[in-house]
């Protein structure tokens, strides 16, 4: 079974270390130690706690969306043209690219350091081990 450490965990879910000891030591997220007393996530518990919290909004209403795929970040290049505008956002270790007519890049406010969150509906997504 894979464990994590709290700081791998607060890595993979975009928050700091701090966040996850928060959470462990609040009883929100479980974790057990280690012969060396170092906390560590099993990995079914930390797929169970980001499953139970990803649908969430920041007021912790649930979402009705199809899309599935959602990563909060902040604007970091808003390139407008005529008709079209590309919006960079960056979402953790993640960089997000979106293609959209200007009027809805105009009408959502778009600019950089802007918090947005990227919204993705694929029926092709690839998964890959890392290295």
């Known amino acids: ?3 994590f450490r709290i700081s ?10 701090d966040t996850v000891r928060r959470w462990v030591d609040g009883g929100r997220l479980n974790a057990v130690r280690d012969e060396h007393g170092h906390r560590l996530v099993p990995g079914p518990e930390l ?8 649908w969430q909004n920041e007021r912790g ?15 970091t290049d808003v390139i407008r043209d005529g008709v079209m505008a590309q919006v ?6 993640f960089r997000v ?13 778009l600019e950089v350091g802007v918090v947005a969150e990227a919204v993705v509906k694929s029926t092709n997504v690839v998964v890959e081990l890392p290295d």
């Open 61 to 75: 209403e649930h979402r009705a969306s199809s899309a599935r795929n959602r990563m909060r970040g902040i604007v």
């Open 47 to 54: 797929a169970a706690f980001v499953r139970s919290q990803s």
């Open 8 to 17: 791998e965990a607060a890595g993979l879910l975009g928050v700091s270390a």
């Open 97 to 109: 690219v979106s293609l959209m007519s200007r009027e809805a890049a105009d009408e959502l406010g």
């Open 1 to 3: 079974m894979a464990t």
């Open 88 to 93: 960079e956002i960056q979402a953790g270790p």
